[in-house]
């Protein structure tokens, strides 16, 4: 597929990374992380008693990833997570997002596995010794195996055994957290693993993806208190992936459209969490796909949050399809990364500064990801990417003008620390600040990546 290009200017390839002199960015108080997951990056897969999870099993039907790629030794950073956490801390990067495998930890009949326990303790000691802030998810797309073969997120005992996941993690991590995450993008988990069958497990039934995503929001909702209960210092919460649609005409339909693609990508999640109730323009859009939901299933997932993670990576252009839903019309001319994605950070302040009028509780948000894919190559020792510079810049403007509108924001990770596994696209697409070279794991700084590690180093002088 052929993208329009992006053209690096001599100041966007070189100039300082550097926000202006009155941005929220430069505060101490903000927050700049790099973040991370679990499959995309661990490998490790049969090590220390882990069991297999659904990205295990996807992987490995043919067909299902580009080039045939699987998770298995991915960054190898189950070995290399020390030479990992020097990189982040040489980039002067002051938080880091992780996630934990569930497969590691526990065993099918809900037991501890203390050795993946402990290979997740090192971690977030190793962090908290370097002086970073932990953001922790539990549940970042790898779900064991034996749950699945039961019904996985279609079967209502899945929300259960999430509680008790929450439950050992909280109880075992206590004091090394400062920040857990419950879900991480409930919607892909729902909609591209249960709707479109795109992601593990593969499933492809609209029905399924509304249940889905009912189950998932209802683990999350289960596991807040028990989260409170065992760790209460630290800020629980959640990440929702956004979308940005916006309407291709000025027409009544279109602009319906537009609005119909905000409610299946972000009221489809923020509305039970922060208004307990699903928005009726879902069923509009997909008649006949009401989950089951039983009686204080709606309070148990609006339960209150410390903070919402909030990932952000492009915008949709849609039209009416004629009837109750939408279709989209790609714009010509702008933008994209590697992904096809289009450049728009408008988008993300937009929606920011939305959520904070739509929703009177909306809690202290942060931007748990952002970035862009790009085909980057290590050239003489050094890889250039200009695009990706020029990207976050241009989406920490962003997120600078939504706080200067009002909208309360506490940090920015940027996705991802290092190239990893992009799951249905394997190795191809490249998302780090930090490249891997997959035959060595040689690890090579990303030019953004050295401009971010300088504008960190000033800031810390200036505080
Ligand atoms: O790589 C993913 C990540 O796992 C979840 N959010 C989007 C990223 C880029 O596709």
């Not at 857990?180 to 039934?205: F, V």
């Not at 492009?314 to 009416?320: A, G, H, I, K």
């Amino acid at each position: 597929m052929a993208y329009d290009t992006f053209a690096p200017s001599q100041d966007l390839n070189s100039g300082p990374f550097s926000p202006a002199a009155d941005s929220a960015l430069w505060r101490k108080q903000f927050l700049l992380g790099a973040a991370t997951a679990s499959y995309q990056i661990e490998g490790a897969v049969h090590e220390d008693g882990r069991l297999p999870s659904i990205w295990d099993t996807f992987s490995a039907i043919p067909g299902k990833v580009l080039a045939g790629d699987t998770g298995a030794v991915a960054c190898d950073h189950y070995h290399r997570w020390e030479g990992d956490f020097d990189l982040l801390t040489a980039l002067n990067f002051e938080a880091y997002r992780l996630s934990i495998a569930w497969p590691r930890v526990m065993d099918e009949a809900g037991r501890p596995n203390q050795k993946g326990l402990d290979f997740y303790k090192r971690l977030l000691a190793r962090l908290k010794e370097k002086g970073l802030k932990t953001f922790v998810t539990l549940y970042h797309w790898d779900l064991p195996q034996h749950l699945e073969d039961r019904g996985g997120w279609l079967n209502r005992d899945t929300v259960y055994r999430f509680a008790d996941y929450a439950d050992l993690m909280s109880r075992e991590l206590a004091g090394q957290v400062d920040a857990w995450m419950t879900l991480n993008e409930p919607w892909c988990s729902a909609y591209l693993g249960y709707g479109n069958g795109h992601h593990a497990p593969g499933l492809a039934n609209g029905r399924f993806a509304t249940q889905a995503m009912h189950h998932l929001l209802l683990a999350h909702g289960s596991a807040i208190p028990v989260l409170r209960a065992n760790d209460p210092a630290s800020q629980k919460g959640i990440v929702a992936n956004v979308g940005r649609g916006t309407a291709n005409s000025a027409s009544a339909e279109d602009q319906r459209a537009a609005h119909l693609f905000e409610v299946q990508h972000n009221a489809w999640i923020l509305d039970p969490l922060l208004k307990g109730a699903y928005p009726e323009d879902l069923f509009e859009l997909w008649p006949g796909t009401e989950p089951l939901v039983l009686d204080g299933d709606l309070k148990t997932i609006a339960a209150p949050l410390d903070f919402l993670g909030i990932n952000y990576y492009f915008r949709t252009n849609v039209e009416s399809d004629g009837g109750h839903g939408f279709t989209e019309v790609p714009l010509e001319g702008v933008e994209r990364t590697q992904m096809g994605w289009e450049v728009h950070p408008d988008g993300l302040r937009d929606l920011l500064i939305g959520f904070d009028k739509t929703y009177s509780n909306l809690p202290p948000i942060y931007i748990t990801e952002n970035g862009m894919a790009s085909d980057d190559k290590v050239v003489e020792g050094h890889v250039d990417d200009p695009q990706r510079i020029s990207f976050l810049k241009r989406h920490l403007a962003a997120v600078d003008s939504a706080i200067k509108a009002g909208v309360d924001i506490r940090g920015y990770f940027v996705w991802s620390l290092m190239d990893n596994f992009e799951w249905a696209f394997g190795y191809e697409r490249r998302f780090g600040v930090v490249h891997v070279d997959y035959e060595t794991q040689k690890r090579t700084v990303k030019r953004s990546a050295e401009l971010i590690a300088k504008f960190l180093a000033e800031r810390r002088l200036r505080n």
